[in-house]
């Protein structure tokens, strides 16, 4: 066997991991469960199919060769040193992400005046209940996560998860969750000096806290007016209607809610001719491209689908904050490490999602053809927009299978090129 063969497809998709157990201050040498199994396991978990706690400890045992019980896997989910070991650890994984991406990934790029913004978009995920969920008023209510992507490298991570117990509450509100995250926390780590745009659902609609982070943190927010917001005009605002980003822009205005200055953006998509209304706080850029900057949030949604049909992560692992946190953390990185693959992938081997290219000029063309036939300018934002935002099940499955059959990776290279090619027939 050749040195290359020798090469397992787990070692290439697991080596982030390894990469950064090293960089880990909370680190330590654990007899039950090594930190390394503690990760391992915790994406495989997120990878495999399997319908339980119990199920997936009876699995590992063979896919690791360890010895890991069912109380010991548990335990680690409910230990705060391995939490902020994961943390770490994720942190680590999507900063790589991050700076892998390359410019024609970033559908941003192009656009100058975006240069000084790290640009996001979140919004609440539930799962089911555990089955040891604690009961309020003799019911177990789905458990709240709140995830964030950055919009520019599709890289995923976990704000925090609603706690209703500690708040004695039947369920928490996404904006007291957001309220309560320090401000690193809320700037996605971002450093100082670069303003953070976030896109969010009207959930997080609260303009004297918006005024309060962009003061301070130099965060602002976009997202849908409600209809009971009854902002007062104060003026319009001039934009280049000549500049085709604009196209489907009908009116820029500056709004007043409480003394608070804030801008209303009424936009009319060009393909179903659908009136969208937008409020932002952030002042200085093309309207169009704030509202271009809020249609891409739809690829949050998008990645929400990959983890429940996907991964298959439907419900709650177990019943403690921390358990939660290291479930939602698990997931984002079996994300994060799966954008990492496909680039290695395109990258090295020339291998991208073709059916998935195909599938979308396929929507484009019927696209263009509504768009001429309604009279109206297409937005070139949205047409010139291409990327794979979620994995397809044939790319996952092959992950699955390769990983658990050890299989090699030159030979997991030619399978992954077929079922990244077509669908299977």
């Not at 396991?41 to 997936?56: A, H, K």
């Not at 991964?311 to 939602?328: F, I, N, Y």
């Not at 020339?350 to 263009?368: D, F, P, Q, S, Y």
């Amino acid at each position: 066997m050749t040195a290359d063969e020798k090469i397992t497809f787990t070692d290439v998709f697991y080596a982030p991991i390894h990469e950064a157990l090293p960089t880990c201050s909370s680190a330590r040498e654990c007899g039950a469960v090594s930190d390394l199994n503690f990760l391992l396991s915790g994406v495989g978990r997120c990878l495999e199919p399997v319908t339980s706690g119990r199920d997936w400890v009876q699995t590992i045992r063979y896919l690791l060769s360890a010895p890991i019980s069912v109380s010991n896997f548990f335990s680690t989910l409910k230990s705060e040193r391995r939490l902020r070991l994961q943390n770490e650890a994720a942190e680590w994984i999507r900063t790589k992400t991050d700076r892998t991406t390359i410019p024609q990934a970033d559908p941003f790029s192009a656009h100058q005046e975006l240069d000084g913004f790290a640009i996001y978009a979140a919004d609440g995920h539930f799962h089911k209940a555990s089955a040891h969920e604690t009961l309020i008023e003799e019911k177990r209510y789905p458990v709240g996560h709140i995830y964030a992507m950055n919009l520019r490298s599709l890289s995923m991570h976990h704000l925090d998860v609603t706690r209703p117990l500690e708040h004695k509450k039947k369920k928490e509100h996404e904006m007291n969750v957001l309220k309560r995250l320090e401000g690193k926390a809320l700037r996605m780590g971002e450093p100082q000096g670069r303003k953070v745009i976030l896109a969010y659902d009207p959930a997080v609609v609260g303009i004297h806290q918006w005024d309060k982070w962009k003061r301070s943190l130099g965060l602002y927010i976009i997202t849908r007016e409600k209809e009971n917001m009854a902002p007062m005009r104060c003026g319009y605002l001039d934009f280049d209607r000549n500049d085709p980003r604009n196209n489907g822009v009908v009116s820029d205005e500056q709004v007043g809610f409480s003394g608070i200055m804030t801008r209303r953006i009424t936009y009319i998509d060009p393909v179903s001719g659908k009136e969208y209304v937008f409020i932002t706080n952030e002042m200085t850029l093309p309207p169009g491209l704030l509202a271009f900057i809020y249609k891409r949030r739809w690829d949050v949604e998008k990645v929400y689908d990959e983890f429940k049909n996907g991964l298959m992560e439907t419900k709650a692992w177990a019943d403690s904050a921390e358990a939660k946190c290291h479930q939602a953390n698990f997931i984002c990185m079996t994300h994060n490490l799966l954008v990492l693959l496909e680039r290695k992938l395109e990258a090295e081997e020339g291998i991208r999602e073709k059916k998935i290219e195909r599938k979308r000029e396929k929507r484009l063309a019927a696209e263009i053809a509504i768009i001429k036939a309604a009279g109206r300018k297409p937005n070139p934002l949205a047409q010139a927009c291409y990327r794979c935002v979620k994995r397809t099940l044939q790319f996952i499955r092959e992950v699955r299978l390769a990983s658990d059959h050890k299989v090699s990776w030159r030979a997991a290279v030619v399978t992954l090129r077929l079922v990244m090619e077509k669908y299977l027939a």
